[in-house]
């Protein structure tokens, strides 16, 4: 089966860090562009970090404020959404998708994969 799986969500308080990571199985990685995104409630969708498995540079970022930091691992065919000093602004669930083009992708609408999302809660 072709997925996606987010996981390292969870419950943390406002200064504190956690990571995300997104790991495929059905698929590899490979020329494919990987995206975070995180959806707040009453809010709409929003692309956070995205990275290309190929070369590593990474886009999509203008929600990342610094904070966020977009890795990959392709040998395990794992991308990584590393946040720091979380606010509780950033409470929402997070999604990891995966695209061959970084501008649909980075669109967040159609694109060839979505994981199932992982909650993050910053509280005060």
């Known amino acids: 089966e072709v997925q996606l799986v987010e996981s390292g969500g969870g419950l943390v308080q406002a200064g504190e860090s956690l990571r995300l990571s997104c790991a495929a199985s059905?698929?590899?990685?490979?020329?494919?562009?990987i995206g975070w995104f995180h959806q707040a409630p009453g809010k709409e969708r929003e692309a956070v970090s995205c990275?290309?498995?190929?070369?590593?540079?990474?886009y999509c970022a203008e929600n990342a404020q610094g904070r966020f930091i977009i890795s990959a691992d392709n040998a395990k065919n794992t991308v990584y959404l590393q946040m720091n000093n979380l606010k509780p602004e950033d409470t929402a669930v997070y999604y990891c998708?995966?695209?061959?083009?970084?501008?649909?992708?980075?669109?967040?609408?159609?694109?060839?994969?979505w994981g199932q999302g992982t909650q993050v809660t910053v509280s005060s």
């Open positions: 998708a995966a695209d061959r083009e970084i501008y649909r992708l980075w669109a967040g609408g159609d694109v060839d994969y």
């Open positions: 059905g698929f590899t990685f490979d020329g494919y562009y």
């Open positions: 990275i290309s498995s190929s070369d590593g540079s990474t």
